[in-house]
């Protein structure tokens, strides 16, 4: 099976290693691929846990099988987070630096992403001992003031400690954030005039915009690190009011006399909730920016707009919460209805860096000698759901739909379309494509590969579509038990979610034998020639 | 089944997906013209040229469904005129407090809508079984909407927002619509 991702085109900016003489390029590959493994793997065993998890609530949802019903709510609260940001946010986080790496940018510390890994953990295990052992049952968004009404499931301390357990994942984010920028914002940029305003400006896209006044040795600054840095900077600003929300939670848990308004409680929950999508998809952008290219063998077609696309980004994405609030418009709480009719636009233009990415990825792909194997199969079939989930996410920021959309089983459909089959079908791309070489051994068995590609796409788009039908049919979102109304698709899903887990197993089987094989004669063969295989 | 909006929603929505998996197609169909000339038969700087005008057309359709749609959010389609009937819905783990229990065909209703711990959400659901109504339920807050109902029953109300353990219990099955 093949084994290698092909070079891009000759004297692309993108093949340019970057050596830092305080740790050498070698010792940085080496340690970096250490580092992503251990990342990989512990995502995927995430994966695992949080998918069986999945399971389990579409066969009660189907009355398959019998769950206590708080127990339900709390396999529900862990297999959102597990999924969502234990295994996808926490593979993206750290495939982030084998790409940054690939394209010149090498990690210029470990001790952030080392804080970054560590505190993820010990937030993924509070949280699994809080849902699963504890009972803790409010959902992944714990509306506030849910964790304190628990009707008699689980204490305020449980509530204290599983904020503590979000806020540690909410460090790891952070962590990762600040990692990026230290990776992108540094020497690698190899800019003319090296003061800090040509790195900042470099680093986001100026150099693009204004090649005369932001210029690099490199000739320009590789594409993929437009998406890493905006999401960095973003998620940084974004998880502040987030963190101080779980504080506040922390607090009232140890004196149930505090309180917080619920207005401003929910506003502090989206300021995070809605750009942490982005904690995945923008690093899943910036992963096709890198490998689309090399399986078509030019560079990325991409000019002055996907620039300008990514500072809309940068700026439009702290200012799109509100839009999942549109339900919240209280008589006489004008400020609330004001955000909902400023946030459908700004959410609106967030659009404009999905269709020029979708533009540009398309236009590199046209006509080109493209390499079809399952790597590429994989990112191909992503990005065609990046469209189609995005689609979906224009309707979902139309207030006028919300009516008959707002907690329907359409959006549990649609985020399972966003992060299960455009970012997650990104990142089994790329474990074939990037294992590899960080393994130092091909995978065992290439038809395998495909069985589980269709396997996933057939499986997971009947399930999805099947969620997205019941809700436009005004199927509730977050019920243990469905209306007997919606029982026939239930039952529907659960065949096509049967496929989805054979599939999942082929993968499995696949992986654990490559991982008994043989590695190369020279594991280190992979980074020869520098940054390229 | 689906409300016409429901409806006209999923139309516009598959028409969309057709063009866009159409177009995708035949993007992957355009490699085996690649294979054939190595990448070489495309003018890669025709298409950076054209990206900024991709992004024009992006803007301006949305531009078209931003006017179309922003006046009917639901804060914009309320108005402040006097309705016939009031009904007060209060949401309660886990249950719905509602008074008066019954209103007429014709009548314009307003349901005053808030809860009493945690968040609900109040969906109404008519004798066909699909959802008319979606109004959040806030402690502390009131949201107001209204409703002329064209057809006598026995509507369903349930909780739409998470709530806890009992929340798909969370059921009120005997709002009376009369003649």
Redesign the interface.
Known sequence: MSTTIPPIAAGAPEALPYDDARMPLPLVQARTRRFVLRVIWSSTAFLVVSGVLGLLLRLRQGQVIELG??FW?AVMTAHGLGAFIAWAGFFLMGITFWVLMKVGFPVRSFVLPELMYWSMMAGVVGIVLTTLLSGF?G?WVF?Y??PF???G?WSNTVTGIFAGSVLLAGVSILAYCAAVLQTCISPALQARKDTLGQRVGLTFGFGLLFPSRFKTDRGRVPYPVLPFAVNAVDMFLATLPFAALLVLNIVQSVNNGFSI???LAGNMLWAFGHPVVYLLLFPAAATYYYLVPRY???DL??????A??WLIALTMNLFVWAHHL??????G?NVQ?TL??IM??TT?AL??PS??SL??I??T??????QWNVASKFL?AGI?SW??AG??G??NA???????????LWIVGHFHNMAFLNMGLLIFGAMYAFLPELMGRGWWNERLGSIHLWGTIVGAYGWVTCQM?QG???A????????D?YLTLTHVSLGFLALLVAAQLVFAYNLWTTLRRSPFDDPTASFAGGTQR | MMTSLGSGIAIGYLIFVVLGLIISIAILWSTRAGRRDGGQGVDLEKAERAEPWWGVFVVGLLAILLGLTIWQAPWFTENDDPKDVQVKVTGIQFGFLVQPTQVKVGQDVEFAVTSKDVNHAMALYNPKGQMIMNVQAIPDYTISRSYRFTEPGTYEIRCLEFCGYQHHKMIYPAFQVTA
Do not use: C
Not at chain 1, 476 to 483: G, S, T
């Open positions: 019903d708080n709510y049952g959902s509306l003031p849910l009404f628990s009707a499931q308004n619920v207005l078509a063998g030019r077609v991409a000019g002055k707009a996907v300008v696309a549109y339900m919240n418009y209280p008589d709480e209805q909902g009719t459908q636009p609106y659009v404009l269709a020029l533009f540009s398309a236009a792909i046209y006509k080109s000698n493209f191909i065609i469209l189609v689609l979906q224009i309707i139309t207030a006028a739909f919300q009516e008959t959309l707002h907690n329907t039908i436009l049919e005004g509730p979102r977050r019920w243990a038990v469905l209306p109304q």
